[in-house]
């Protein structure tokens, strides 16, 4: 009896995913004060002109798609097909041959994309991490390969925004095939788009009657005037797209990495 050419192909997948099922290396990340894009704002609505970054972990390269597949083969709730609707829409893992099969040019290498922010979650929860807040991400974004903040860069923001602005085409890189930037992360520009745990905080919000309509500058044409720098519009397109992303959304730019707590073991 003949083999089964996509049965072999599944199977030396899934032996290659059993070494890749541990994630990522983590970084520490010492943490700091540094200028948000959108300052923090205190109750008496006063602006703060410093946000501060406690110390924790990160991955130092984005999840791929040999470590997402060890995921799903252990987690089969979140195997495509399976899935729910209510936590990743009809193109959850579209860019795989199956649910447990990445197929013709999507390599194990590749970081995983089409996963919705639950998906994310659950993968680094597998892994007792958790998604990076938005702070926690933008701030080690800031850095570039040689300044823990270029954020006053012009070439460095020129670069991230020259990638925002292209359209992807062709097969991804595999992570860290780039120099990592000055905290040892790599793929923080230039690759896919991250999920981050709070991507919709810019929403949470009190009772805007009582509170002055206080989150009204961050969007629309009043975006740029609450603004840190108004000239760094890389990252108002980052802030813009999270604020519209939905929880079970997946988009086929849009990766993710995990974060924990800098004391856990």
């Not at 943490?31 to 972990?57: I, M, N, S």
């Not at 460095?156 to 062709?170: C, H, N």
Request: glycine letters at 8%.
């Amino acid at each position: 009896m003949k083999p089964n050419p996509l049965a072999l192909l599944s199977s030396i997948l899934l032996a290659a995913s059993a070494s890749a099922q541990e994630p990522s290396p983590q970084i520490l990340i010492s943490g700091g004060e540094y200028r948000a894009f959108y300052p923090q704002q205190e109750a008496d609505l006063t602006l703060e002109p410093l946000t501060r970054v406690e110390p924790f972990k990160l991955d130092d390269r984005p999840v791929t798609n040999a470590q997402f597949l060890a995921f799903v083969n252990a987690a089969p709730r979140w195997r495509r097909g399976t899935a729910t609707p209510l936590l990743a829409d009809a193109g959850y893992l579209r860019h795989w041959a199956g649910p447990l099969t990445l197929g013709p040019g999507v390599e194990p290498h590749q970081p995983v994309i089409n996963v919705s922010w639950f998906a994310a979650r659950a993968y680094c929860g597998a892994h007792g991490r958790r998604l990076p807040g938005e702070h926690e991400w933008e701030f080690v974004a800031r850095a570039d390969e040689a300044h823990l903040d270029a954020s006053d860069d012009p070439d460095f923001l020129r670069r991230i925004l020259d990638f925002y602005s292209r359209p992807r085409t062709g097969p991804l890189a595999p992570v860290a095939s780039s120099a990592p930037n000055a905290w040892g992360a790599y793929d923080m520009h230039g690759l896919v788009w991250e999920w981050v745990e709070d991507f919709n905080a810019s929403f949470l919000s009190g009772d805007n009657r009582q509170e002055g309509d206080k989150q009204l500058q961050r969007f629309c044409g009043g975006a740029a005037l609450g603004a840190e720098n108004v000239r760094d519009y890389a990252t108002f397109m980052r802030f813009a797209f999270r604020s519209s992303l939905q929880a079970a959304y997946t988009v086929r730019s849009l990766g993710f990495r995990c974060a924990d707590d800098a004391e856990s073991p």
